[in-house]
């Protein structure tokens, strides 16, 4: 059965509900996903592991797809079945200002978090896209570039050459953003930085990103401001709630802020504190 959709502005739309009763009923197929599940590991209402829910995304994601995960090292070990059919691209580790979990004397207090970009098919089918970072002074020996994405290897370069950016970090860059806890919409919120890269490198412009935990639509704000659409899933409405104030926020902001796509829509956002 088709769901009836929560809230749409017709770029960006919400289904409140279970994901794993949401997706089969979807008409429009994401070209590649942005999850953020509960990672079962603390006694909070929400944070129950969904069984199967990396299936039901498979399942409505084209052959050849890009599922960015958050998640805790513990939570991959301990769910790995579930990623069977998906293979490892790469991961980013966000660097956080403050710990979570319990502060107990027998385990090192973490102030790190994991995502990891599972993939199926060709990666080089695959849209890959880094924001380049901006750096002073480049260090380095003058090389071949890697092999690219198809869409990537048109005019690309045969030779390194010192333009003042690099290719970002996995730790640092945009992966190191300050923590939203304790003053963000949703008690586990990510950093819009931090998703905002996630959606950008393997969406390309106007594609359709899926995140079915939406929380409080971290990925959905991003996309929008890049000029993305997306499709999120949230089975708590006191978050659904929080997901359309903060979306209706961002039409603002994109409206007064530069075509969407831009550095600029993006930076915008950015300065965007929780309440
Ligand atoms: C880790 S949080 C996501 C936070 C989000 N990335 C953000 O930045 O705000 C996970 C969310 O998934 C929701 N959730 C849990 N089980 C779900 C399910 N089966 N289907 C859809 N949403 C679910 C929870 O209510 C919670 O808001």
Redesign the pocket.
Known sequence: MTPTPYWTDGTVTLYLG???EVLPGLTEQPVACVA???YGETIAD?D?W?DG?VAAVGDVLPASASLWCFGSARMFLDRAYEFAGWKYGQEALWVKHNGSGPTSRDRLVRVHEWAYQWYRGRWTDLHHEWERERVTANRGTARKPARAAAHQREGRQNAWADDGTRQPRSVAHVIHAPSVRGKGR?P???PLAV?SALVRESTPPGALVLD????????LVAARLLGRRAIG????ER?AEIIVQRLEQATLLDRDAQPAGTTTAVQAALLEEPA
Request: net charge negative.
């Open positions: 279970d994901c794993r953020d599940p509960p929400w129950v969904p829910w949703h586990d919120e990510k998703v079915p935990f939406a929380g409080s639509g971290t990925t899933i949230e089975s708590d978050f």
